[in-house]
C-alpha cells in the first residue's frame, strides 16, 4: 500500500548552461613569437631584398600611332563604360522614342468630330 509520501518529487533538474547564455573566463593568450625564417633559397625570391613594394607593370599598345590609334582608344573606352550599362540605356531609349511618339500624337486632331459635339472657337 501507497502511504503519504511515498509519490516521487519533481526535482528540479540541473539547469544545463548553454553556451549563449554562459559566460565564459576570458584567457588572455600569449602571442606566440615569431620564428626569424632565413630565405633558403635567395635566386628565387625576386622582390624580398630592400622594398616592399612590387613593380608595377604598364601595359603599351603596339599599334599605329595616330588618328586611327586615337579613334580606337576612345571608342574602348567608351564600350568598357557602356557595356554593363546596355540594358538599362536600351530601354531608357526606348522609352524616350515612345514618350516622343505619343506626345505627338495628342498634339494633332485625328479625324472629325463627333456629331454630337459643337467646336466653337472664342477669341479676339
Known amino acids: 500500500m501507497i502511504g503519504p509520501g511515498w509519490l516521487p518529487r519533481l526535482r528540479p533538474a540541473a539547469r544545463k548552461r548553454t553556451?549563449?547564455?554562459t559566460r565564459m573566463r576570458r584567457t588572455k593568450r600569449r602571442a606566440?613569437?615569431?620564428r626569424a625564417s632565413e630565405v633558403r633559397h635567395p635566386?628565387?625570391?625576386?622582390f624580398d631584398h630592400g622594398s616592399s613594394e612590387l613593380p608595377v607593370a604598364t601595359l603599351v599598345s603596339?599599334?599605329?600611332t595616330g588618328l586611327l590609334a586615337g579613334l580606337q582608344r576612345w571608342l574602348i573606352a567608351?564600350?568598357?563604360w557602356l557595356s554593363p550599362r546596355a540594358v538599362p540605356v536600351v530601354v531608357a531609349a526606348a522609352g524616350m522614342i515612345?514618350?516622343?511618339?505619343s506626345a505627338?500624337?495628342?498634339a494633332h486632331a485625328h479625324g472629325a468630330p463627333a456629331p454630337?459635339?459643337?467646336v466653337r472657337i472664342v477669341g479676339p
Request: glycine share 8%; net charge positive; hydrophobic share 60%.
Open 104 to 106: 505627338d500624337y495628342l
Open 62 to 64: 603596339r599599334g599605329t
Open 98 to 101: 515612345l514618350v516622343l511618339i
Open 32 to 34: 606566440k613569437a615569431a
Open 78 to 80: 567608351r564600350w568598357l
Open 19 to 21: 553556451l549563449a547564455y
Open 116 to 118: 454630337g459635339w459643337h
Open 43 to 46: 635566386e628565387i625570391v625576386l
